[in-house]
Nanobody
Framework: VQLVESGGGLVQSGGSLRLSCAASGFTFNRFDMRWHRQAPGKERELVARITVADGTLYYVDSVKGRFAISRDNSKNTVYLQMNSLQPEDTAVYYC?????????WGQGTQVTVSP
C-alpha cells in the first residue's frame, strides 16, 4: 500500500497550490479520502474529506471557501486545491485513506506560506 503526496512547496500569502496524492496497493474507489495537516507544535487536524458513497464533502471551518478536495477514481488520485493561502496554512499535509478498519497514510508534503 502506498499513498504518495506531491505538490507542496513555498508560496506567498494569497497564492495557490494543488496537492496530489497517488494511491496504489488497495481498491481506491472503496475508500473515503482525507487530507490532514499538522503545523509545528500543534495537533494534526482533518482539513477535508470526500466520501465514496455519495461524494459528500467536509471542510474544517478555517479552509471553507478556499480549499477544494476532489478525486479521480480512474487515476487513483485525490487532490486538494488550495487558494488564498495564508501563513496559518503552513503545515505538513498528509493524505489518508479509510475503509472501515483499514487506515492508510502518506508520508506528508510540506506547505509553507510566507507573509
Amino acid at each position: 500500500v502506498q499513498l504518495v503526496e506531491s505538490g507542496g512547496g513555498l508560496v506567498q500569502s494569497g497564492g495557490s497550490l494543488r496537492l496530489s496524492c497517488a494511491a496504489s496497493g488497495f481498491t481506491f474507489n472503496r475508500f473515503d479520502m482525507r487530507w490532514h495537516r499538522q503545523a509545528p507544535g500543534k495537533e494534526r487536524e482533518l482539513v477535508a474529506r470526500i466520501t465514496v458513497a455519495d461524494g459528500t464533502l467536509y471542510y474544517v471551518d478555517s479552509v471553507k471557501g478556499r480549499f477544494a478536495i476532489s478525486r479521480d477514481n480512474s487515476k487513483n488520485t485525490v487532490y486538494l486545491q488550495m487558494n488564498s493561502l495564508q501563513p496559518e496554512d503552513t503545515a505538513v499535509y498528509y493524505c489518508n485513506a479509510r475503509f472501515y478498519t483499514q487506515d492508510y497514510w502518506g508520508q506528508g508534503t510540506q506547505v509553507t506560506v510566507s507573509p
